[in-house]
Structure formats: structure tokens, C-alpha cells
């Protein structure tokens, strides 16, 4: 049996397990503990309590349901008599959270003790998914803990499916946040993630009358068993307010005078690493008011004022990406923003604080890293603290700056990139415009000494973009904030240079490098695909492959190994029937194993062109209707997946949801050719859903037009997960194919240097000549009502000179890759030996080998492994070879 934490024998059971050889004598645990008055009895009553502390929660079978029970008892407040399953999920959940708190406390315990180097990394999202399945596994615990719950009357796997998936994100950027800290924890890095605690997600997504219907994701109904709310924890947030000049010693210092103060409250959420003790934290930041109540009001008899600091308060954390479209909306995100990158620096200054030392050596201390620009105020705030409250002159404080912040771009898309308005960040952020101002103004000196009379330069390198309205370039401030910039993909990078941020290449060309996305290995294979993982251990001999991705590459023999495919493509089919079962619960759809799953999942958005998709299904539709029954044996049976929302001010991605539906209501119950065609939007798509959708596919669509997806980290997933991609030459499609070769993966399309050309001959062309016939008869069917007459705006997105992704042009190139994946479908073992081999491929896009090439290329820092507490008679934390 592999895993960290083994189950104790019945003999050892009564064994508890000693933590005091974690940090060796107990006067090493004595000065982690020295109380600050440092007296005879204070140091007596911390030998006492450690005492009391030092010994581990045992594992054995009786042990876990013994403390299920405890917590369904104390925690719950339950009897026997009213003891249900959402209940067994929130008692073990608990328990399995008293395990994670006592490495996470060793951990960070042993992390002080070395004074390490620690990486700090700041997202607006974090899409972690469901915690109960993924800590059993990292811990080794499953096997235990099934043992133990069937014989309270449950079933573990029923357990998992109670979970609510946390609404801390909305795409790829939080998941890739979520693997990352996956990663840093397996890989024993001393790491923190830090975000908000949203109470409501983006939105839970309906489907009614084909149409996307948002409603509030209270994710938080039921409680969440795995954070630890930390009332200890707490640091005042400013807004508004003035910025007052005085002078001391003959210098001038700013003082900012908030107009407004609320506090931001700490939560934190343990995170394992995979057979390793390391536990590290992801903590989140909830906004509460300064004073709880006005007492004052509520005497006067003004019982909404009374309350209404609070309201105003903990709106700032209520839901994540509020609806920018107005002046309140914008102002809101940007409270948020500052509110993550305030608390986040007090907190890292107060640990950083903890010995005493030079601000100069806080580059060595410390390494933080935004996640995409909106973590960047950070840089200005640093800022402030070392100038306006340590004293320190711009330059020294600068220089420090630069050394501890890197910055990870997500977006090749201009129009993507945050900016925010002069006045609105004068007015929430008065003194922190000041800074922007004096920053600007000496970064544009030195610009201007490099490329003297470039007015360009200039323009385009200022902080400022000037206009109607002046706004911020929060990504500009992020390039010349940081010590190290890194697109996502090799083409993204690439794109950066040449492209996006062709002037800050030019005016420091080492600043930037390509660090590729991956995924961990444990979640999205070993957790959601576990026969498969299953296999491979057998195939293997053991489970280190979820530590070295590359082990697998020595199973290429299997590839000719007929019986080998057959296994493979068994697992395969049993992920198809779970996701049927899911797609008859939740779409009332019913779905045929033995046809090609086709899946498109991700937000919806035209550059990810899931309307090119649609328009093909019709396309193919049409073919089918108007082929004799005979000649329909060279399409391959296909179910065509799509799931993913539409941001809800995003009119024409409301629009492609709505034609996607109409038209599966129209080819699901067309009796004639239903049985080779069906059309399923998968509502609410999410980490949970995704992990029941991967596993199943046969093809999976990666379809941007080129140059416009940075990355991407589904195609990834799949490709794990033994799924062959349709995919453009865009992002990490590129790595992929170079991973398993061309034959393996189905491109299409324009490349990225004929984009801009095309879409120049586009805007210049007679519609009529630019579409081809294909495309034009699908235009002309949905133009006659056989799927609903409201589908004329999004056809004009595409016919009227405005097809800026180029759906037209690639259009034909996608429908002869589709004739290729029809024929490929009907030679099984081609098929199997293609997905197979794309599998055991795949071992470079594991977040393991992505978080590696941030410690090493950006962040400076080592892994630090906590040592492994040991008992008389067994090592409960031994990793068996």
C-alpha cells in the first residue's frame, strides 16, 4: 500500500505517534515557542502544552471512526438518530482536516525554524474544487477511510459528490493558481497562496429555454469544513481620504489620511502535498468592518444605519467579478484588488519581521509573484510602506522592489489588459497615484536615456495612457515592478516580445521568458480518472509515475500490445458511461457509449470559437440529412459536448449558448439521423463536472484562432487523460504536438503570421467571396428559421466585414479535419494506440515540472522537507519504495 500516511496496524493502533523528533531537542521547540516575557513559568507552561501537543492522530480504522463520530457528535451537534450522508461528509471532512492542521502546523513551524526563503503567489481566483477526495488521496488515506465509512452505513465516493465546489474562480486562470499550489506543496517549496474569500462565485449557470440564466453561487449555504477562519488575523484596509504634506528634518513625507476603514479577516484552507508531510496554506481574505455596529444609530431609532457600515463592508468580498459596467462596478473590482494586495503585504511584512533583520535582505526572504496584472497595486503599495512608513528613499526601496516581484502574463489580447481610470484610483488610492506619478516620471527619464527623441517609446512604455480618459496600464507597472516577466506558452512568450510588449523587450530583453502552464497530476489523472491510474500502476509496478510524469514514456511498448490497447479503451468506455449517468441526471439527455465523445469545455468567448463549432455540427447535420442511409457509414457516430459561460454583460456569447441549444433541440429529436448526431450543453461547468467530463473524451476542441489563446491547460487535461485533440497552432497546442508528434494530434488553420493578413483581406473582401459556399449554406439555414429566428445578430458577427477571428477562413480547414478524425474513428486500434500514446506523453505539462522552472528561473528558492515524524514502532510517514 503506497501513500504518505499508511493505516496503523491493530496492534500499533494504541501507539500514538510522537511529533517531538519533528524539530528535534525540545530547546529547538522552546525557542520556536519563547514567550515574549520570556519567564521561568511561561517557559514551563509551553513544555507543558507541548507536551500535551506532540503526539499524532493514528489512522487505524477503529481511530477514524472514532473521531468521525467525535466530530458528528461535538462539531455537528448530532445524534445517531439524525445522522445523514451530508452529515458523514461534514464530520469526515473535519476529520481529515485535523490531519492537515497538524502537518500544516509542523510545517510552517519548521519553515520558521530554517528561515527560509518563501514564494508568496497572489491571484484574484483560485479554483482548488472539491477538497474532501483530493486530501484522502494526497494523504494515502483512501483505502482507510473507505473501510471506515462503509461500515458507518456510507459510501466514500457518495461523500464526494456532497461537496460544493468552492466559487473562488471562473477559468483557467484560477485553475491553474489551484495546481500550482498543488505543486509547491508536493514539491516541499516553502509557499503561501493568498486570495479572496468571495461569499458568492461569478454565477451558477442555468439553461432555460436555451437560454444562459444567471443565479447567485452561495457556495458558503452549508458551511466549509476545510477552512480555518483566523480571528487572530486581521488587518485594517484604507480607501479614500487625502494625502498631507509635512516635513521632518528638512525632507518632505506624505501621510495618507484614509476616509475610510475596513478590516480584511483571514481564512485559511490547508493544502497537502502528495506523499510528503509539507502542508502549505491558501489564505484567503474576507472584508469585515472596522466597528461592528453603530450603536449611536440604532439608539436614534436608524436601524439601517446601524448596520450599514457592515453591509458596506462585506460587500467588498461578496462576489467575484462584479459587473464592471458602471462607475460603483469598477470601483468595487478595484477595492477588491487592493484589499488582497494590502492584507497580503501586512502579512508578509509581519512574518517577514518575525527576526530581526535588514529591509535589504528582504529580496532573500521573499519572492512574490502576480498572477496576471490584478494583484499589481501590490507593487505601489510595497512601495508606500517602504517610503511613507520605514523612511526609506525611493531609490533603495525601488531597488528592492524589483528584486521581489515577478509577473506572469495571461493574455495576448490587448484589449484583455487592465487599465484603470486616473480619477477612479485618485479617488479610492489618492497617495498611491502620487507614487504612480513620481514612478512614471523616473522610469520615463531612463527610457528617454535609451532611445533619446522616441516619442513612441515613450507613449508606449508610460504608465499612463493618455485620452478622454487617462488610465493606468496595470500591466505596464507590472512589467518595470518586476525582476522577471513570463508568458505561459512558448508562443505566448514569444508574442510578448514581438508583439504585446514589443518596447519593454527592447528596453530589457532579459527580463523575459517562457515558462510552459501545467496541471497536476494528481487531481486530473490520478483523482478523476482512477482506473486509468489504476493501470498504469499495475503496468508500472508502482505509483511514483504522479511524482515523474516522464516514468510513463517507458510504456511505448504497449502501443503494439493489442491486449494493453483493449485495457486502455475498457477504462475509457467506463468514463463514458459515468459521464452518461451525469448527462442523464443534469441535461435529461440520453447519450450512446459506442459514439465519439467530441467535447468543447471553457469559457465561452468568439476567440475560443465555439461558434465555429455550431456552425459545423449544422454543417454536418446538413450533410447527414441530405446523404442516403447507405452513404452515412463514413460519418462516425458522434456526441458533441459543449460546456462553459458566458460572462453576463457578453452579448454575443449569450447568443452562441443560445444557438448551441436550438440547434440540439432540433438534432436530438430528428429520428433520422439522431442516432449519428447529438448536441449536449453541459450546464454550470466546473471543477467537479470537469472532472467527470476529461476522462470521457474521445476528441477535445482547442480551437482559437491562432495568437490568441496564451496557453490553455484543458487540452492538457485531456491529453492525460488519453484524448486526442482538434486543435489550431495556438498556445500550448504547439508543445503538445511537439510532445507527441504530429500524427497524434489534429491541426488545422491559420498560423499566427498569416493572421493579420487575412483579416486585412477580410475587412477589404465582398462577404459573398471571403465566406466559401460550405459555410455560406449553414448560414443561409440558420437564416430560415430551422433552429429559431434570433440568431441574425451573431450571424452578422461574422458576414458583415467584422470576422475578426477568422471563422470564416478556417473554417473549410476544420471541416477536412473533421473527414480525418471520421476515418481514424472507424480503425478501433489506430484510434487506441493514438490516445494511449498521447497519454503516456504527457509528462510535461505536469504543474510538477512548470513549478521547478519558477524556482529556479524566477524565485530563488529551495525545497525545504519538513522532516518525517517518527513512533517506537513505525515510521507513520515512511514512503515505501
Given at each position: 500500500?503506497?501513500?504518505?500516511?499508511?493505516?496503523?496496524?491493530?496492534?500499533?493502533?494504541?501507539?500514538?505517534?510522537?511529533?517531538?523528533?519533528?524539530?528535534?531537542?525540545?530547546?529547538?521547540?522552546?525557542?520556536?515557542?519563547?514567550?515574549?516575557?520570556?519567564?521561568?513559568?511561561?517557559?514551563?507552561?509551553?513544555?507543558?502544552?507541548?507536551?500535551?501537543?506532540?503526539?499524532?492522530?493514528?489512522?487505524?480504522?477503529?481511530?477514524?471512526?472514532?473521531?468521525?463520530?467525535?466530530?458528528?457528535?461535538?462539531?455537528?451537534?448530532?445524534?445517531?438518530?439524525d445522522f445523514h450522508q451530508v452529515h458523514c461528509y461534514q464530520a469526515v471532512s473535519h476529520s481529515i482536516r485535523d490531519r492537515l492542521i497538524e502537518s500544516f502546523n509542523d510545517t510552517q513551524l519548521y519553515f520558521h525554524e530554517q528561515d527560509c526563503k518563501r514564494v508568496y503567489y497572489l491571484s484574484i481566483e483560485f479554483l482548488i474544487g472539491r477538497c474532501l477526495q483530493?486530501?484522502?488521496?494526497?494523504?494515502?488515506?483512501?483505502?482507510?477511510?473507505?473501510?471506515?465509512?462503509?461500515?458507518?452505513?456510507?459510501?466514500?465516493?457518495?461523500?464526494?459528490?456532497?461537496?460544493?465546489?468552492?466559487?473562488?474562480?471562473?477559468?483557467?486562470?484560477?485553475?491553474?493558481?489551484?495546481?500550482?499550489?498543488?505543486?509547491?506543496?508536493?514539491?516541499?517549496?516553502?509557499?503561501?497562496?493568498?486570495?479572496?474569500?468571495?461569499?458568492?462565485?461569478?454565477?451558477?449557470?442555468?439553461?432555460q429555454n436555451g437560454q444562459q440564466v444567471e443565479a447567485p453561487d452561495y457556495w458558503l449555504e452549508k458551511g466549509n469544513p476545510w477552512e480555518i477562519e483566523r480571528l487572530d488575523v486581521q488587518y485594517p484596509v484604507k480607501f479614500y481620504g487625502r494625502v498631507v504634506k509635512r516635513h521632518e528634518n528638512g525632507q518632505e513625507k506624505s501621510l495618507w489620511e484614509a476616509g475610510?476603514?475596513?478590516?480584511?479577516?483571514?481564512?485559511?484552507?490547508?493544502?497537502?502535498?502528495?506523499?510528503?508531510?509539507?502542508?502549505?496554506?491558501?489564505?484567503?481574505?474576507?472584508?469585515?468592518?472596522?466597528?461592528?455596529?453603530?450603536?449611536?444609530?440604532?439608539?436614534?431609532?436608524?436601524?439601517?444605519?446601524?448596520?450599514?457600515?457592515?453591509?458596506?463592508?462585506?460587500?467588498?468580498?461578496?462576489?467575484?467579478?462584479?459587473?464592471?459596467?458602471?462607475?460603483?462596478?469598477?470601483?468595487?473590482?478595484?477595492?477588491?484588488?487592493?484589499?488582497?494586495?494590502?492584507?497580503?503585504?501586512?502579512?508578509?511584512?509581519?512574518?517577514?519581521?518575525?527576526?530581526?533583520?535588514?529591509?535589504?535582505?528582504?529580496?532573500?526572504?521573499?519572492?512574490?509573484?502576480?498572477?496576471?496584472?490584478?494583484?499589481?497595486?501590490?507593487?505601489?503599495?510595497?512601495?508606500?510602506?517602504?517610503?511613507?512608513?520605514?523612511?526609506?528613499?525611493?531609490?533603495?526601496?525601488?531597488?528592492?522592489?524589483?528584486?521581489?516581484?515577478?509577473?506572469?502574463?495571461?493574455?495576448?489580447?490587448?484589449?484583455?489588459?487592465?487599465?484603470?481610470?486616473?480619477?477612479?484610483?485618485?479617488?479610492?488610492?489618492?497617495?498611491?497615484?502620487?507614487?504612480?506619478?513620481?514612478?512614471?516620471?523616473?522610469?520615463?527619464?531612463?527610457?528617454?536615456?535609451?532611445?533619446?527623441?522616441?516619442?513612441?517609446?515613450?507613449?508606449?512604455?508610460?504608465?499612463?495612457?493618455?485620452?478622454?480618459?487617462?488610465?493606468?496600464?496595470?500591466?505596464?507597472?507590472?512589467?518595470?515592478?518586476?525582476?522577471?516577466?513570463?508568458?505561459?506558452?512558448?508562443?505566448?512568450?514569444?508574442?510578448?516580445?514581438?508583439?504585446?510588449?514589443?518596447?519593454?523587450?527592447?528596453?530589457?530583453?532579459?527580463?523575459?521568458?517562457?515558462?510552459?502552464?501545467?496541471?497536476?497530476?494528481?487531481?486530473?489523472?490520478?483523482?478523476?480518472?482512477?482506473?486509468?491510474?489504476?493501470?498504469?500502476?499495475?503496468?508500472?509496478?508502482?505509483?511514483?509515475?504522479?511524482?515523474?510524469?516522464?516514468?510513463?514514456?517507458?510504456?511505448?511498448?504497449?502501443?503494439?500490445?493489442?491486449?494493453?490497447?483493449?485495457?486502455?479503451?475498457?477504462?475509457?468506455?467506463?468514463?463514458?458511461?459515468?459521464?452518461?449517468?451525469?448527462?442523464?441526471?443534469?441535461?435529461?439527455?440520453?447519450?450512446?457509449?459506442?459514439?465519439?465523445?467530441?467535447?468543447?469545455?471553457?469559457?465561452?468567448?468568439?476567440?475560443?470559437?465555439?461558434?465555429?463549432?455550431?456552425?459545423?455540427?449544422?454543417?454536418?447535420?446538413?450533410?447527414?440529412?441530405?446523404?442516403?442511409?447507405?452513404?452515412?457509414?463514413?460519418?462516425?457516430?458522434?456526441?458533441?459536448?459543449?460546456?462553459?459561460?458566458?460572462?453576463?454583460?457578453?452579448?454575443?456569447?449569450?447568443?452562441?449558448?443560445?444557438?448551441?441549444?436550438?440547434?440540439?433541440?432540433?438534432?436530438?429529436?430528428?429520428?433520422?439521423?439522431?442516432?449519428?448526431?447529438?448536441?449536449?450543453?453541459?450546464?454550470?461547468?466546473?471543477?467537479?463536472?470537469?472532472?467527470?467530463?476529461?476522462?470521457?473524451?474521445?476528441?477535445?476542441?482547442?480551437?482559437?484562432?491562432?495568437?490568441?489563446?496564451?496557453?490553455?491547460?484543458?487540452?492538457?487535461?485531456?491529453?492525460?487523460?488519453?484524448?486526442?485533440?482538434?486543435?489550431?497552432?495556438?498556445?500550448?497546442?504547439?508543445?503538445?504536438?511537439?510532445?507527441?508528434?504530429?500524427?497524434?494530434?489534429?491541426?488545422?488553420?491559420?498560423?499566427?503570421?498569416?493572421?493579420?493578413?487575412?483579416?486585412?483581406?477580410?475587412?477589404?473582401?465582398?462577404?459573398?467571396?471571403?465566406?466559401?459556399?460550405?459555410?455560406?449554406?449553414?448560414?443561409?439555414?440558420?437564416?430560415?428559421?430551422?433552429?429559431?429566428?434570433?440568431?441574425?445578430?451573431?450571424?452578422?458577427?461574422?458576414?458583415?466585414?467584422?470576422?475578426?477571428?477568422?471563422?470564416?477562413?478556417?473554417?473549410?480547414?476544420?471541416?477536412?479535419?473533421?473527414?480525418k478524425i471520421d476515418q481514424l474513428y472507424q480503425d478501433k486500434i489506430q484510434w487506441a494506440k493514438k490516445a494511449f500514446y498521447n497519454s503516456i506523453r504527457s509528462g510535461k505539462f505536469s504543474s510538477d515540472r512548470t513549478i521547478h522552472e519558477y524556482a529556479e528561473k524566477i524565485w530563488n528558492i529551495k525545497p525545504i522537507v519538513v522532516p518525517q515524524p517518527t513512533a517506537?514502532?513505525?515510521?507513520?510517514?515512511?514512503?515505501?519504495?
Amino acid at each position: 500500500m503506497s501513500g504518505l500516511q499508511k493505516q496503523m496496524s491493530a496492534s500499533d493502533s494504541k501507539t500514538l505517534m510522537s511529533r517531538k523528533s519533528f524539530c528535534g531537542s525540545n530547546s529547538n521547540m522552546n525557542q520556536l515557542f519563547r514567550p515574549e516575557f520570556g519567564s521561568t513559568q511561561s517557559l514551563a507552561n509551553h513544555e507543558r502544552l507541548w507536551h500535551l501537543m506532540q503526539n499524532y492522530l493514528p489512522s487505524d480504522k477503529k481511530s477514524i471512526q472514532e473521531q468521525i463520530v467525535n466530530h458528528v457528535e461535538f462539531s455537528l451537534a448530532r445524534t445517531r438518530f439524525d445522522f445523514h450522508q451530508v452529515h458523514c461528509y461534514q464530520a469526515v471532512s473535519h476529520s481529515i482536516r485535523d490531519r492537515l492542521i497538524e502537518s500544516f502546523n509542523d510545517t510552517q513551524l519548521y519553515f520558521h525554524e530554517q528561515d527560509c526563503k518563501r514564494v508568496y503567489y497572489l491571484s484574484i481566483e483560485f479554483l482548488i474544487g472539491r477538497c474532501l477526495q483530493n486530501a484522502v488521496g494526497n494523504l494515502g488515506l483512501q483505502d482507510a477511510y473507505t473501510e471506515a465509512v462503509q461500515e458507518l452505513g456510507y459510501k466514500l465516493e457518495d461523500l464526494y459528490d456532497e461537496e460544493v465546489d468552492p466559487a473562488l474562480g471562473n477559468g483557467g486562470l484560477g485553475r491553474l493558481a489551484a495546481c500550482f499550489l498543488d505543486s509547491l506543496a508536493t514539491l516541499n517549496y516553502p509557499a503561501f497562496g493568498y486570495g479572496i474569500r468571495y461569499s458568492y462565485g461569478i454565477f451558477k449557470q442555468l439553461i432555460q429555454n436555451g437560454q444562459q440564466v444567471e443565479a447567485p453561487d452561495y457556495w458558503l449555504e452549508k458551511g466549509n469544513p476545510w477552512e480555518i477562519e483566523r480571528l487572530d488575523v486581521q488587518y485594517p484596509v484604507k480607501f479614500y481620504g487625502r494625502v498631507v504634506k509635512r516635513h521632518e528634518n528638512g525632507q518632505e513625507k506624505s501621510l495618507w489620511e484614509a476616509g475610510e476603514t475596513i478590516v480584511a479577516r483571514a481564512y485559511d484552507t490547508p493544502i497537502p502535498g502528495y506523499m510528503t508531510f509539507n502542508t502549505i496554506s491558501l489564505r484567503l481574505w474576507r472584508s469585515v468592518p472596522a466597528n461592528e455596529f453603530d450603536f449611536t444609530s440604532f439608539n436614534e431609532g436608524d436601524y439601517f444605519k446601524s448596520l450599514e457600515a457592515r453591509e458596506k463592508a462585506e460587500y467588498i468580498t461578496s462576489v467575484l467579478y462584479p459587473n464592471d459596467s458602471s462607475y460603483a462596478g469598477k470601483e468595487l473590482r478595484l477595492k477588491q484588488e487592493y484589499l488582497l494586495v494590502s492584507a497580503t503585504l501586512q502579512d508578509i511584512i509581519r512574518r517577514f519581521k518575525k527576526v530581526r533583520r535588514d529591509w535589504s535582505l528582504l529580496p532573500e526572504k521573499v519572492a512574490i509573484q502576480l498572477n496576471d496584472t490584478h494583484p499589481s497595486l501590490a507593487i505601489l503599495e510595497l512601495l508606500r510602506i517602504l517610503i511613507d512608513i520605514e523612511g526609506m528613499t525611493h531609490a533603495n526601496a525601488w531597488e528592492i522592489i524589483s528584486k521581489t516581484f515577478g509577473y506572469t502574463n495571461h493574455t495576448v489580447l490587448p484589449e484583455a489588459l487592465e487599465k484603470w481610470g486616473v480619477d477612479l484610483l485618485g479617488s479610492l488610492l489618492p497617495r498611491h497615484l502620487e507614487i504612480i506619478y513620481y514612478v512614471n516620471m523616473i522610469f520615463l527619464s531612463k527610457v528617454s536615456a535609451k532611445f533619446p527623441g522616441d516619442a513612441h517609446k515613450l507613449s508606449a512604455l508610460s504608465l499612463i495612457e493618455e485620452g478622454p480618459v487617462k488610465k493606468i496600464r496595470m500591466a505596464n507597472l507590472s512589467i518595470i515592478g518586476s525582476h522577471m516577466v513570463n508568458g505561459v506558452a512558448r508562443i505566448h512568450s514569444d508574442l510578448l516580445k514581438t508583439d504585446l510588449f514589443k518596447d519593454h523587450y527592447e528596453m530589457r530583453p532579459k527580463k523575459f521568458i517562457n515558462i510552459t502552464n501545467g496541471v497536476a497530476p494528481r487531481r486530473w489523472l490520478r483523482s478523476c480518472n482512477q482506473q486509468l491510474a489504476q493501470l498504469y500502476d499495475e503496468w508500472l509496478g508502482t505509483d511514483e509515475w504522479v511524482l515523474n510524469m516522464d516514468m510513463l514514456k517507458t510504456l511505448e511498448d504497449k502501443c503494439e500490445d493489442q491486449l494493453a490497447l483493449i485495457q486502455f479503451m475498457k477504462v475509457k468506455r467506463n468514463n463514458k458511461l459515468r459521464l452518461i449517468k451525469w448527462v442523464r441526471q443534469y441535461c435529461n439527455v440520453e447519450v450512446n457509449a459506442d459514439t465519439l465523445f467530441d467535447i468543447q469545455v471553457k469559457r465561452i468567448h468568439e476567440y475560443k470559437r465555439q461558434f465555429m463549432n455550431i456552425l459545423y455540427i449544422i454543417y454536418r447535420y446538413l450533410l447527414l440529412k441530405d446523404t442516403p442511409t447507405e452513404g452515412r457509414k463514413k460519418f462516425a457516430p458522434r456526441t458533441v459536448f459543449f460546456g462553459g459561460k458566458a460572462a453576463p454583460g457578453y452579448l454575443n456569447a449569450k447568443r452562441i449558448i443560445k444557438l448551441i441549444n436550438a440547434v440540439a433541440e432540433v438534432v436530438n429529436h430528428d429520428l433520422d439521423t439522431n442516432h449519428y448526431l447529438k448536441v449536449v450543453f453541459l450546464p454550470n461547468y466546473n471543477v467537479s463536472s470537469a472532472e467527470i467530463i476529461i476522462p470521457a473524451s474521445d476528441i477535445s476542441q482547442h480551437i482559437s484562432t491562432a495568437g490568441t489563446e496564451a496557453s490553455g491547460t484543458s487540452n492538457m487535461k485531456f491529453v492525460m487523460n488519453g484524448g486526442i485533440i482538434l486543435g489550431t497552432w495556438d498556445g500550448a497546442n504547439i508543445e503538445i504536438a511537439e510532445e507527441v508528434g504530429l500524427d497524434n494530434i489534429f491541426i488545422f488553420g491559420a498560423r499566427v503570421e498569416e493572421v493579420g493578413k487575412l483579416i486585412d483581406n477580410m475587412k477589404n473582401s465582398d462577404p459573398y467571396q471571403y465566406i466559401q459556399k460550405p459555410l455560406w449554406n449553414v448560414i443561409q439555414a440558420i437564416r430560415s428559421g430551422i433552429f429559431g429566428h434570433d440568431h441574425h445578430g451573431l450571424l452578422d458577427s461574422i458576414t458583415n466585414r467584422n470576422d475578426f477571428y477568422l471563422v470564416g477562413h478556417d473554417f473549410y480547414h476544420y471541416a477536412q479535419a473533421q473527414i480525418k478524425i471520421d476515418q481514424l474513428y472507424q480503425d478501433k486500434i489506430q484510434w487506441a494506440k493514438k490516445a494511449f500514446y498521447n497519454s503516456i506523453r504527457s509528462g510535461k505539462f505536469s504543474s510538477d515540472r512548470t513549478i521547478h522552472e519558477y524556482a529556479e528561473k524566477i524565485w530563488n528558492i529551495k525545497p525545504i522537507v519538513v522532516p518525517q515524524p517518527t513512533a517506537n514502532k513505525q515510521d507513520r510517514f515512511k514512503i515505501q519504495k
